[in-house]
Nanobody, 126 residues
């Protein structure tokens, strides 16, 4: 069983930055692929970024447009999402997720993940 706890959300003005953190407990963190998703009110949850065991990354280019960076610190069992130049359209609940098996490359499908955090709210004001 893997547990994930997100932090770092909050209210920020348009153009600002936030870094989300997701701390994992249980399992072998360094083996897993990790991802960030978000869900805005009335919309489906969408993939933002993923990182595999090797550190290889993949992004939803349409949503991220080079503004977000995913990274991991295996020593701290933590995955991060650095978000720059935030826009009101980025307002959503942000979730991290992890696989429960070894994944060398990143995973972009929501169904490819086994455990999810509770989410953290990000609100971007205009």
């Amino acid at each position: 069983q893997v547990q994930l706890v997100e932090s770092g959300g909050g209210l920020v003005q348009a153009g600002g930055s936030l870094t989300l953190s997701c701390a994992a407990s249980g399992g072998t963190f360094s083996n897993y692929a990790l991802g960030w998703f978000r869900q805005a009110p009335g919309q489906e949850r969408e993939f933002l970024a993923g990182i595999g065991r090797t550190g290889l990354r993949t992004y939803n280019i349409d949503s991220v447009k080079g503004r977000f960076i995913i990274s991991r610190d295996n020593a701290k069992n933590t995955v991060y999402l650095q978000m720059n130049n935030l826009k009101p359209g980025d307002t959503a609940v942000y979730y991290c997720a992890t696989t429960a098996t070894l994944r060398m490359v990143p995973v972009s499908r929501e169904g490819g993940y086994d455990y999810w955090g509770q989410g953290t709210q990000v609100t971007v004001s205009s």
